[in-house]
């Protein structure tokens, strides 16, 4: 594996777009809603909105309603899916779509490899 990470965040919000949907489980909702000091009735009228697919987290002005000055309001307590980018399932079985998230994450090493991403990834569940 190279020196270099694959990933390094750089808090750009991009990956908060939520162009696929951000979707949550209901433990998820009750994290946020407690972390949000409000009861999770209110936390489902004001920040979820239903789909064909499930419930997820309402999007607007094309972000995911938590990000607020490229930062998540709930991040401590946000989404399983939110906490795995950008190691998707998707990017680390399929080296197109790994190679294709790099032209949407400015986190993604440019040169980095689909070999060293599956590494990193694995140690990172390692740890």
């Known amino acids: 594996m190279s020196q270099r990470p694959v990933f ?4 750009c919000g ?13 433990e998820e909702v ?8 409000m009861g999770e009735e209110e936390f489902r009228d004001r920040y979820l909105e239903p789909s064909s697919l499930g419930t997820r987290l309402a999007i607007t002005d094309g972000v995911c309603v938590f990000l607020q000055d490229n930062r998540c309001r709930v ?11 950008p190691y998707l399932p998707v990017l680390l079985a399929d080296e197109d779509e790994f190679e294709a998230a790099k032209g949407a994450c400015p986190g993604l090493d440019p040169e980095g490899s689909h070999k060293d991403f599956v590494e990193e990834s694995r140690k990172l569940n390692e740890s």
């Open 8 to 11: 390094q965040c750089q808090q």
């Open 14 to 26: 991009d990956c908060c777009a939520g162009r696929g949907g951000i979707f949550v489980r209901p």
């Open 30 to 37: 009750a994290a946020m809603a407690a972390l949000l000091e």
């Open 75 to 85: 991040h401590p307590v946000k989404p399983f899916i939110c906490r795995q980018w």
